[in-house]
């Protein structure tokens, strides 16, 4: 018998591509897709009727990807708008992520401009109508609505999916183009040292060039996007929340000295001391320029420093509270083996871990050393009976992974690990998750991350900058001088312009009044 070459495995027309190990196979008129094992494919073509294969020919058949599939039922099939798609109604255009491009600010984006008939296709398109409701309401016949359809479902374009039942409320299939993993962003070499450890130093000293867009371009907070009265906060901007949040909990003194540690545009600094100056002395420490200049122009009370947070220029037991909102996470960390420590920093890593009584994880992960040297700064400068809050994306019980999807590498901040460094160091901490602390209504609603990114870029392509808001949908459709639709608004729970704030914790660090025996 000759082995069948892959045409007459697979139905004609049907694409294929590799990616690392897999092979996808990508249906030309319905969008879906499937990807599978190249060998797998391989034993298939060999063996097309081998009995171990029928899950994987009953998969390619659902997709009706083999040339013995049955054929798609096309008057039934739904058509289903990709989540990443908006719509420009004005122009009958749609505004389309491209497929492989992507770079920290998400993804690069085109128009596309419809024909009159593809215009009235798809917008009679509801992710419920089949194909032949919405071809008779756009006044086209069936085939002429499956060929427009088909121009949309291209690997290319990846607008549409013909899908035989309508999909499920956070139906990912959607909200992702397909064989564009989220590649690690390319990062100039100075950004880790030789051991592998992230130093940022540089970066924050001379690679922030834009303090006015930084937050909304390249890195959003979760601060920056709950920068405005806020309803997931009671109407309160983010700064204003976390004074009284920490001033519930006795946190906050009356007077003295308070020092933000890396203060971003001093959206928390504006928003904490929106009332006017108080008794309290608002001192910002950061290590750029840039953003120091950007703070100065925004915050109207304190004054701002440019010094590094694990050794501040302060005295002894001089500050009364201490706050650190999302920098921990860009202090040094040092990727380390306990088996075979290879660096002076991963020695030293490993030493303060012992120290502090932390088994260490196993194999080569990373030890957030940085936020330990500044875990150190606070509980020197700290007054006796002063207070530090701190607040970063972290991990509980497994090893801190760096997020990639950034410029410059950010390491998750090992929740236990922290606070036990800080117990070392004689403070009393307390863990909670951020929006916990800060009484976070998590249902309400903000735009979506794939929303966000579209219409960002859409207004950059404008010549209008966005502000990276955790805005409603309808709060944005207002800030707009456009009109667009298919901007989809999900809870705070799930990604939006901001970081995730699930991820989020916050750790509360005491310094006892009276010094602990032995100390
Ligand atoms: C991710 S931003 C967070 C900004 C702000 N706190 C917010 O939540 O929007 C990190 C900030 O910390 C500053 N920073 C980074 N490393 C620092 C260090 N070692 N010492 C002081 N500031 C630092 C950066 O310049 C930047 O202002």
Redesign the pocket.
Same mark, same amino acid.
């Given at each position: 018998m000759t082995e069948p070459a892959p045409d007459d495995v697979f139905q004609l027309g049907v694409r294929q591509w590799r990616d690392g190990d897999d092979l996808v196979l990508w249906h030309p008129v319905t969008g879906r897709h499937v990807r599978l094992h190249h060998g797998t494919v391989a034993r298939l073509c060999a063996h097309p009727g081998d009995p171990r294969l029928k899950p994987v020919r009953d998969r390619l058949d659902r997709l009706h990807l083999l040339r013995s599939s049955p054929r798609p039922p096309w008057d039934a099939l739904i058509p289903c708008r990709s989540r990443l798609v908006l719509t420009l109604p004005d122009e009958a255009a749609l505004w389309l992520p491209v497929p492989g491009f992507r770079g920290p600010g998400g993804y690069g984006y085109r128009a596309l401009q419809l024909s009159p008939a593809a215009h009235r296709v798809w917008q009679h398109i509801n992710d419920a109508r089949p194909l032949s409701e919405v071809a008779d309401r756009a006044g086209v016949d069936l085939l002429t609505a499956q060929s427009l359809c088909a121009l949309l479902t291209t690997p290319e374009v990846q607008a549409l999916q013909l899908r035989p039942t309508p999909p499920r409320p956070r139906d990912l299939g959607l909200e992702r183009l397909v064989d564009v993993p989220r590649p690690p962003n390319a990062r100039p070499p100075h950004l880790t040292g030789p051991a592998g450890e992230t130093t940022?130093?540089w970066y924050?000293l001379h690679g922030?060039d834009d303090g006015e867009t930084h937050?909304d371009d390249r890195?959003t907070?979760?601060?920056?996007g709950l920068g405005l009265p806020h309803p997931a906060l009671g109407g309160l901007r983010y700064g204003a929340a976390l004074r009284d949040a920490l001033t519930r909990r006795g946190l906050v003194p009356e007077g003295g000295l308070l020092v933000e540690?890396?203060?971003?545009?001093g959206?928390?600094a504006a928003a904490w001391q929106e009332h006017g100056p108080s008794k309290l002395h608002y001192l910002r %420490? +950061?290590?750029?320029p840039e953003?120091l200049r950007t703070q100065a122009r925004r915050v109207p009370h304190g004054h701002g420093i440019l %010094? +590094?947070?694990?050794r501040l220029p302060l005295r002894d037991g001089s500050v009364d509270l201490l706050v650190?909102?999302?920098?921990i996470a +860009?202090?040094q960390a040092v990727p380390v083996d306990p088996a075979a420590p290879d660096s002076d920093a991963a020695r030293e890593a490993l030493a303060l871990l012992h120290a502090a009584r932390i088994t260490p994880f196993a194999g080569r992960t990373w030890v957030n050393l940085?936020a330990f040297h500044l875990v150190a700064e606070i509980a020197r400068v700290l007054r006796p009976g002063g207070a530090a809050w701190l607040s970063e994306f972290g991990v509980l019980d497994e090893p801190p992974q760096e997020a990639v999807q950034l410029d410059h590498p950010e390491v998750a901040i090992q929740v236990d690990h922290l606070a036990a460094i800080a117990r070392h160091h004689g403070l009393s901490v307390s863990i909670e998750p951020l929006a916990e602390l800060l009484g976070m209504d998590l249902t309400v609603q903000q735009v979506s991350r794939p929303s966000w990114e579209a219409v960002r870029a859409l207004a950059h392509s404008r010549g209008l900058r966005l502000p990276a808001r955790t805005w409603s949908v309808e709060a944005l459709r207002a800030h707009l001088p456009f009109s667009v639709e298919g901007l989809r608004a999900v809870p705070l729970t799930d990604e939006g312009p901001a970081p995730l704030v699930t991820r989020f914790w916050s750790w509360t660090l005491r310094r006892p009044k009276v010094p602990a025996h032995g100390d």
């Open positions: 940022l130093t924050h922030i937050f890195e907070t979760v601060a920056h540690v890396g203060c971003g545009t959206e928390l %420490a +950061d290590l750029s953003l %010094a +590094d947070g694990t650190s909102n999302e920098v +860009d202090l940085g």
